[in-house]
């Protein structure tokens, strides 16, 4: 413990220094924490120009929603986004390595980041971990070599699809994807499709809701709409708000005055030659 | 029993209108005992940057420990505060580090960034941030906080008003919890000053 609050940063990957003591606890009767998962619908379907995926935003602990409105489709370069199901802590943090590998790669090699690179840099690191690590993903991009559409699972296999689903949500998306996809759909046709399937996953699966995303990557473009469909939006808003007839009681008031923030503009001279 | 009804807690943070407020029980237990009255989950780390912790107290305390030395650092070496969404990715990396052995805590960060515009977040314990534009809960009153905050909630409210507020959706849910509770501890935080109170509520 002291080596690593010295040794900082630290050398990057996992540490493990804590196993033991949270074995322990866990022996003596106390039940490991859950994490945040991200219940989920995730989808993505090729069209005639590029890549279209979809996601819901719900983020739920246990049976409790706890983020309404969360962010499922992640950046991995200006041509590549990726939708991540699962445990979200794992999701993200999965997404953001490869995400900076694949811009040090881009500097490296003076060229833009092709999706089967990013789809090898994400399988070697889950299987790497056997499963442990609990992110599946849908990857989906449109490089020099055309739209690539890939499934990556925690263990670390991966499946190139013309359209493809994950998440709890994954059997009614699916659903709607093998009733109505054809070849060659227009970028309309296709967000319709996209739409359609994760509004079949957030209203019949209890694990996705909320809110649709969708982002639409074509060869040079990339547009990313959130919140495309709001189809849950709060019924009863009452405009008055909240009215409290009896006051707090408070037992101690301590008011710190902040000094003002000090704007410091540095005047210097130029370095000589 | 879970590992984080050990302790028992409650921490929430909500958004004004320029301001953010950040509320925490005072009550440290040792499963049903009462061992402190007086527990302290809401710590500074500078000015206009605030962060509760929930969870197994010893891991509230060594975490906030190792925070504001990393913090710190960055003080000497940037020459300057941080800010709120980079100490949230920092909270966010170092519980991931622990990904398989985690820290078993989680934390509610809430900040007033650039133009004075407040940030708040909540993670799990192992990092998986969740920015909210209204309300974040933590701890074993989290449930009861959740439909409070949800009930209570007006985007836009000025200090007084969001200090009413989070201290009625806070002490409303922890006397639902009997694992937290024992008074409340509220900070808002305005661009000009910040207002530590501490409040009365039912002490069972």
């Not at chain 2, 960060?109 to 515009?117: C, H, Q, S, T």
């Not at chain 2, 974040?136 to 409210?157: H, N, Q």
Request: proline share 4%; hydrophobic share 40%; with cysteine.
């Amino acid at each position: 413990m002291s080596q690593s609050a010295v040794d900082v940063p630290p050398k990057g990957g996992f540490s493990f220094d804590l196993c033991k003591r949270n074995d322990m606890l866990t022996q003596k009767g106390l039940k490991a924490p859950s994490f945040l998962k991200t219940g989920t619908t995730i989808v993505g379907l090729i069209f005639k120009d590029g890549v279209i995926l979809g996601a819901d935003t719900r983020a739920t602990e246990g049976p409790i929603v706890a983020d309404k409105n969360c962010e499922k489709i992640h950046y991995m370069a200006p041509n590549i986004y990726c939708c991540g199901a699962g445990t979200a802590a794992d999701t993200e943090a999965v997404t953001d390595m490869v995400s900076s590998q694949l811009r040090l790669h881009r500097y490296q090699t003076g060229r833009d980041s092709r999706v089967i690179t990013a789809l090898t840099l994400l399988k070697k690191h889950l299987f790497s971990y056997q499963g442990h690590v609990s992110a599946a993903l849908v990857l989906g991009g449109v490089d020099i070599t055309g739209p690539h559409l890939h499934t990556i699972y925690p263990h670390g296999s991966t499946d190139t699809l013309p359209f493809a689903t994950m998440g709890s949500g994954s059997l009614a998306a699916m659903s709607v994807f093998e009733a109505k996809y054809k070849e060659g759909l227009t970028r309309d046709e296709g967000i319709k499709l996209v739409a359609e399937a994760i509004c079949s996953g957030i209203f019949n699966d209890l694990g996705s809701g909320s809110n649709v995303d969708i982002c639409v990557i074509t060869k040079g473009n990339k547009e990313y709409l959130r919140n495309y469909m709001e189809p849950n939006p709060r019924t009863y808003v009452s405009s008055k708000g909240y009215s409290f007839t009896k006051k707090t009681e408070v037992l101690l008031t301590k008011i710190t005055p902040l000094l003002e923030r000090v704007e410091i503009t540095e005047v210097g001279e130029a370095m000589e030659e | 029993m879970s590992i984080f009804e050990y302790n028992g807690s409650a921490v929430v943070a909500m958004v004004g209108k320029n301001c953010f407020a950040i509320a925490s029980d005072r009550r440290l237990g040792v499963q049903l005992q009462t061992i402190a009255t007086d527990f302290q989950r809401i710590s500074k780390i500078h000015d206009h940057l605030f962060i509760g912790l929930s969870g197994l107290a010893t891991d509230v305390q060594t975490l906030y420990q190792r925070l504001v030395f990393r913090h710190k650092l960055y003080q000497l070496r940037e020459e300057r505060d941080m800010k709120p969404e980079t100490f949230a990715s920092l909270v966010s990396a170092i519980l991931y580090e622990k990904r398989f052995g985690p820290f078993l805590c989680q934390p509610v960060i809430a900040g007033l960034g650039d133009d004075n515009k407040p940030f708040i977040c909540t993670m799990d314990s192992i990092g998986a941030k969740e920015l909210a534009k209204d309300f974040v809960v933590s701890g074993t009153a989290s449930e009861s906080l959740y439909g409070a905050c949800e009930a209570m909630f007006k985007p836009d409210m000025e200090a007084e008003e969001l200090f009413e507020t989070i201290s009625q959706a806070l002490l409303s849910s922890v006397d639902r919890d009997c694992l937290s509770g024992w008074g409340g501890h509220v900070y808002v935080v305005t661009p000009n000053e910040v207002k530590e109170r501490i409040l009365k509520g039912r002490m069972d």
